[in-house]
Structures are given as structure tokens and as C-alpha cells.
């Protein structure tokens, strides 16, 4: 947890790491608030506080539903793709330079690790 909240923080200075989470959710579909909601585990409440600010930087656009004028979808703006692009590079970037540190056991220790983790969540 500890390393997930250091790459989360030394990667999100353009966007706070909720921010990243939703804008990360909208790069392949639109979503409704409600769906973005109900994947974050948020209330509606809180991702509307949260899209908001993403509107209102331009990362986040809404558009109406044509066939429910009551629904909403959100789907990132080519700026926002932009500012997710980078933030991933400079995550990336970071760990990787962490990683040129450690020697070939402990990438080999890592490795197997992440196998390990990766069973794990899946059960």
C-alpha cells in the first residue's frame, strides 16, 4: 500500500489521484455518473463533486443522453487523455528509475512477487 500511495503522489501533480482514478475509467467509454460511482465505490454525491472539477478543467466533458434527457455521459476531452497520458509517464518514469537501483535478484524477487499479488486479488 505504501508504494501504491508514493507512485500515486510523486505521479499526480496535474490531477489529484480521485481525479486520475475517474479520468482512467472514461479512457476507453463514456460513463455515466452514476456507473463511475458505483465502480469508484463513491456516493453520487462525491463523484459529482468530482466530475465537476474535472469538467470544469476541461479534462471531463458532459454530454446529454438522445434517447433519456435526464442521463448524463461523461467521457474524456483530448486534454484530458493528454494530462492521463502524462501522468502515466511521469509514474512510469519515476519507477523506473527507482528500479534501476536494485540488482537482477531483486528484480527477480519482484517479479515472482507480482505474480504472487497478482493471483492473489483474483481469488
Known amino acids: 500500500m505504501r508504494i501504491s500511495r508514493r507512485v500515486r503522489f510523486e505521479s499526480t501533480q496535474l490531477v489529484a489521484p480521485h481525479q486520475l482514478s475517474v479520468m482512467a475509467r472514461l479512457e476507453d467509454r463514456a ?12 456516493s453520487p454525491p462525491s463523484m459529482t463533486r468530482t466530475v ?23 467521457s474524456l476531452t483530448a486534454f484530458g487523455l493528454l494530462t492521463l497520458k502524462e501522468t502515466r509517464r511521469k509514474r512510469d518514469a519515476w519507477m523506473a ?11 527477480e524477487v519482484l517479479v515472482r512477487a507480482t505474480e504472487i499479488l497478482t493471483r492473489l486479488a483474483s481469488e
Open 31 to 42: 460513463l455515466t455518473p452514476r456507473e463511475l460511482a458505483g465502480i469508484e465505490c463513491v
Open 97 to 107: 528509475s527507482r528500479l534501476r537501483g536494485i540488482s537482477a535478484e531483486e528484480r
Open 52 to 74: 465537476s472539477g474535472l469538467v470544469e478543467r476541461g479534462l471531463v466533458a458532459r454530454q446529454d443522453d438522445p434517447l433519456d434527457g435526464r442521463q448524463v455521459f461523461l
